[in-house]
């Protein structure tokens, strides 16, 4: 199993692994976390069906995507 990197930053998120994910705040037009197994991150970008998810492996990481998804809410 490949480990990744993922920075939740003042640009957005981004996640290195087998593809690298990147998404800047202003592109997220919604987000939800999902817990299939393992938890993660899925990011609607603004103006299209396009989806982004992004894999959280440890517990600072999912704290970190619940915030996210709380704060695409308001």
């Keep these: 199993m490949r480990r990744s990197i ?4 003042a640009d957005g ?3 290195s ?3 690298n994910r990147r998404v800047a705040w202003g ?3 919604s987000a939800r976390v999902a817990r299939w197994g393992a938890t ?5 970008r603004d103006g ?4 982004l998810v992004f894999h959280g492996g440890t517990p600072e990481l999912r704290a970190a995507f619940e ?5 695409s809410r308001t």
Excluded: C, H
């Design 40 to 44: 993660r991150l899925i990011v609607r």
């Design 6 to 9: 993922t920075e939740i930053d």
């Design 67 to 71: 915030r996210v998804a709380q704060a």
């Design 13 to 15: 998120i981004r996640q």
């Design 17 to 19: 692994g087998l593809v």
């Design 27 to 29: 592109q997220i037009a």
């Design 48 to 51: 299209g069906p396009y989806y």
